[in-house]
């Protein structure tokens, strides 16, 4: 019965679904707080004129984005459409402004033109990517040149731990996810430590 429920669990981290997946979605939103405050803080000092989050939950960053950058165009996309009816409803005021368009697209392949985006950033998303150098050479794609790609997640270390199924998730060090952004021709800036009362984060910023 405790497998079943930890798989159930992890399926919803990965995946959102239904009722149970807006429970997931109130965990998340608890426990990643700092995280998505953090590295919503990290965007660059840069003129910014479109932004774009992979794996928007239910919303929170692309909330706090709004409002640090009131001028730019944001993007949010998502594969679950649980979290993407519950961020379209947390985030009304923006997408009925027409500054905020929300869709339901992976990391692997979004629906933006070549060199459309200023910045790109991923929160806990980097577990279940299938080919990862797909999709840094996705990133790379919709990036403009300059532009900056911001993966926020928690190390290996951190998420042994939690004995998530091999199947679902897939772990990282810093130093790991620093060579794959290098062999897709990005260049590194920067790898800062979060760490909150709950757990360690890694929030890795690279150029194109």
Not at 99 to 105: F, S, V
Request: proline share 3%; net charge positive; hydrophobic share 40%.
């Amino acid at each position: 019965m405790r497998e079943r429920l930890k798989r159930k669990v992890a399926e919803n981290l990965r995946h959102p679904r239904g009722f149970f997946g807006k429970l997931i979605g109130r965990f998340m939103n608890h426990f990643n707080k700092g995280i998505i405050q953090f590295t919503v803080e990290s965007i660059p000092e840069i003129e910014i004129e479109s932004i774009a989050e992979i794996g928007i939950g239910s919303g929170m960053a692309l909330k706090l984005c709004a409002k640090r950058f009131p001028t730019a165009m944001i993007y949010g996309f998502d594969i679950s459409k649980t979290m993407l009816s519950v961020a379209r409803r947390e985030n009304m005021k923006s997408i009925t402004n027409s500054k905020l368009k929300i869709d339901q697209a992976s990391i692997s392949k979004m629906p933006l033109e070549n060199e459309s985006l200023d910045v790109l950033y991923t929160i806990n998303t980097l577990y279940f990517w299938e080919d990862p150098d797909q999709v840094f050479k996705e990133v790379y794609r919709v990036l403009r040149n300059n532009g900056h790609f911001i993966v926020s997640f928690n190390p290996k270390e951190e998420m042994n731990s939690f004995a998530y199924p091999n199947d679902l998730f897939q772990f990282y060090t810093a130093d790991q996810v620093g060579e794959l952004a290098l062999r897709n021709e990005f260049k590194l800036i920067s790898s800062q430590v979060y760490q909150d009362r709950y757990e360690k984060y890694i929030c890795l910023i690279v150029k194109k």
